[in-house]
């Protein structure tokens, strides 16, 4: 899945909802965080963020892993 990471927090742009084609980009407090299970890794949110905040799970820059838990945990268990 894709990944919301710390350029989001108190920007929340919010174009990636609009490009995102099964409504899986929620906002909460902050920043807004990708549901892992529900994406659909299609990639139309990562280029339309002004701050580039969105990675592929794979590719994402080592001072931002820890978001891949950030994005999960916020959705809760199961
Ligand atoms: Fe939505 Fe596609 Fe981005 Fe996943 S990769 S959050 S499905 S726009
Ligand atoms: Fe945040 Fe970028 Fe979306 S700033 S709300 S991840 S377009």
Not at 8 to 36: L, N, Q, S
Not at 43 to 62: F, R
Request: aromatic letters at 10%.
């Amino acid at each position: 899945a894709y990944v919301i990471a710390d350029p989001c927090i108190d920007v929340k742009d919010g174009d990636c909802t609009v490009a995102c084609p099964v409504d899986c980009i929620y906002e909460g407090g902050r920043m807004f965080y990708i549901h892992p299970g529900e994406c659909i890794n299609c990639g139309l949110c990562l280029s339309v963020c002004p701050v580039d905040a969105i990675s592929w799970d794979e590719e994402i820059p080592q001072h931002r892993v820890h978001f891949k838990a950030v994005n999960h945990d916020f959705f809760g268990p199961g």
